[in-house]
């Protein structure tokens, strides 16, 4: 992340004796990315954290598997017709994905288990609901709009406050502010669409006591369930630049201008092949003879999977598309507004619209999707004709 944090307490230098009341040592853990070479923080448990005294192979369920997109179409998987069960970890339903990144949804009323993604960072959108997100290094609540990045290898568990529904956005890499928005240290430029000011993060640790904890832990080899002597979440302070935060997608600034201005402008985050962009209301276009809307386009190199969260699709109207809807478009794919929705907009400023509603979280990838079992299971099969109809 682009600031230094502290919580809690952490002695004046690093790497040297920091006693505990009983005169026992604290026992570093240094969090780390790109081998000692890129951000980092210096956490400080009661116990040592390398204490394992079990590990567990979880077999596969097969939930995790994906199927090539055949025949190659445009589709419509809607998430609000997928149940509610299990758990913000155990119970993510598979959408679409690659070797990059993958994006689930999940319903959910139960706490999860500690879990630990070691394959990369996860971005969690809480699309409703409140949830308390705890970790090693301590808790954020979240709650509707949210979007909480989690770095790899953070032990953590989600604690719903009611049902919680959520859109999970789990990377084969790191997941960080776009490089284009951060000065050469790292501080946001002023050009930006958010700040530093923006990004919520734990204010204090948080202390739990247990002893032969589970963690889930997911590498690329599949599933692990390990046993911690002591609980994980024992630290008692931490500094530096690498942590959990969250950001909500309201507090995003839309850049406007005269005419459709494209995508990248609303981009938020980057991943490995992959970016994720917010579509938050905002002024609708003011040129004159603006066409207020998105025009028909051709990404020849980037599957859209577009996450529709909230808010009026003015330019989808038509198609089936609601709130809870993913759309998926593959390379190749020319799309765009359902017909007549260009001169239904044209219409609509004339009699004084001059704002959008719409609230979506996409997730543009450079290299093919392929489909969840989830998704395929509540496909819209008439998605793709319907600019034919």
Not at 12 to 23: L, S, T, Y
Not at 60 to 88: A, E, F, I, K, M
Not at 244 to 250: E, V
Not at 324 to 340: E, M, W
């Amino acid at each position: 992340m682009p600031y230094y944090r502290v919580v809690g307490e952490i002695p004046r230098k690093r790497h040297v004796q920091f006693r505990r009341p009983d005169g026992g040592l604290y026992a570093e853990e240094l969090m780390g990315e790109e081998g000692f070479s890129s951000d980092s923080s210096l956490l400080y448990h009661r116990h040592l954290p390398t204490a394992i005294v079990k590990a567990e192979a979880v077999e596969p369920d097969g939930s995790r598997r994906l199927s090539p997109n055949v025949p190659l179409s445009p589709r419509h998987l809607r998430t609000q017709d997928l149940p509610t069960g299990g758990d913000l970890v155990s119970g993510r339903g598979l959408i679409a994905g690659n070797a990059d990144v993958r994006m689930s949804y999940a319903a959910s009323e139960e706490p999860s288990g500690l879990y630990r993604n070691s394959m990369g960072d996860e971005c969690v959108y809480i699309a409703s609901g409140r949830v308390r997100f705890e970790s090693t290094y301590g808790v954020i609540e979240a709650g509707e709009g949210d979007y909480v990045v989690v770095p790899t290898g953070t032990i953590h568990r989600w604690v719903p406050l009611g049902r919680v529904t959520a859109f999970t956005i789990e990377a084969a890499g790191h997941i960080r502010p776009p490089k284009r928005y951060l000065s050469t240290y790292g501080q946001f430029l002023e050009h930006a669409p958010y700040s530093e000011r923006d990004l919520r993060t734990p204010q204090e640790p948080l202390i739990a006591e247990g002893e032969e904890v589970p963690v889930l832990v997911r590498t690329r080899g599949g599933l692990t369930r390990l046993i911690y002597r002591d609980h994980p979440f024992d630290v008692v302070g931490w500094d530096g630049c690498l942590y959990p935060y969250a950001f909500n997608i309201n507090d995003f600034e839309p850049i406007v201008k005269r005419t459709h201005a494209p995508p990248p402008v609303h981009q938020t985050f980057e991943g490995p092949n992959f970016v994720i962009c917010s579509f938050c209301p905002r002024p609708l276009d003011f040129h004159p003879d603006a066409i207020p809307i998105p025009y028909n386009h051709h990404n020849v190199d980037s599957d859209e999977l577009m996450f529709y969260a909230g808010g009026d699709y003015t330019a989808r109207k038509g198609s089936g598309i609601d709130v809870g809807s993913v759309s998926l478009h593959p390379a190749g794919f020319t799309h765009g507004p359902q017909p007549g929705a260009v001169e239904a907009v044209i219409e609509a400023v004339r009699q004084g619209h001059t704002r959008t509603s719409e609230l979506a979280v996409m997730v543009d990838t450079f290299r093919p999707l392929d489909l969840g079992p989830a998704g395929l299971s509540v496909e819209d099969p008439a998605y793709a004709w319907t600019w034919a109809r």
